[in-house]
């Protein structure tokens, strides 16, 4: 049952999240590294199960936390596209692939759009992203919430005129079940690829192995070309 579901990977995602604040260890290998970014009021704990299904696929993976809670969207994308750059610098690539949850996947597009991260990054895919913002957003008072108010200013400078499209190969995958996106059209990416699932939650994105393959499909376009 999808609501089950949901409620499951809150409660996990509720008891990993002080794991995430721990200091985490880099190797690097081979390939193009994924580097993966956490949603709001998440950390990179959330991301631990893909981060593992990754690995296990060959993908060397670096997990970026940052200070989600803050309403300084575009301070935040300028502190993780200096982390992506060191990232890319220092692979054998010397590029990277970005996956990102959530609030993420708007600060991945910022990096590239505002700091020059498309010099570097091939693919980027977003889970559950409101690339259109989200209704939910109009109901909080919160400032670091109102940049993702479908409308809010940062929204609206980030889509105008949109580069990142024709820099970054994009894929866009969100789900009809998203309570905390919504309506649904919210997550869509005009630009990308975009590729709907049904009966998976926010966060139940963060847990389904059919996302997983979709993930890594998506990222498998890049070694054929796709």
Not at 21 to 46: D, E, I, N, Q, Y
Not at 81 to 86: G, N, Q, Y
Not at 95 to 104: F, N, T
Not at 164 to 187: H, K, R
């Amino acid at each position: 049952m999808p609501w089950l579901a949901e409620l499951g990977a809150i409660l996990w995602v509720l008891a990993t999240w002080p794991l995430g604040l721990l200091p985490r260890s880099r190797k690097s290998s081979g390939g193009v590294p994924v580097v993966l970014l956490h949603g709001w009021a998440m950390t990179p704990a959330s991301m631990a199960v893909l981060a593992a299904r990754l690995r296990r696929s060959g993908h060397p993976v670096y997990q970026i936390g940052y200070g989600s809670l803050g309403p300084d969207m575009k301070g935040k994308a300028a502190r993780i596209e200096a982390r992506m750059r060191k990232i890319a610098a220092a692979s054998t690539a010397g590029k990277i692939d970005v996956v990102a949850h959530s609030l993420g996947g708007l600060l991945a597009r910022a990096a590239v759009r505002y700091y020059g991260a498309g010099a570097y990054v091939e693919h980027l895919v977003t889970l559950g992203t409101p690339h259109g913002g989200t209704a939910l957003a109009a109901f909080l008072r919160r400032p670091n919430v109102r940049p993702m108010r479908p409308g809010s200013t940062f929204l609206r400078r980030l889509a105008e005129n949109d580069p990142v499209p024709a820099q970054v190969a994009c894929t866009a995958i969100f789900s009809t079940f998203d309570a905390l996106v919504f309506p649904v059209e919210c997550a869509e990416y005009r630009g990308a690829m975009n590729v709907e699932v049904d009966d998976v939650g926010h966060l139940g994105l963060l847990l389904s192995p059919r996302v997983f393959t979709l993930v890594e499909e998506s990222l498998a376009e890049r070694c054929r070309g796709g």
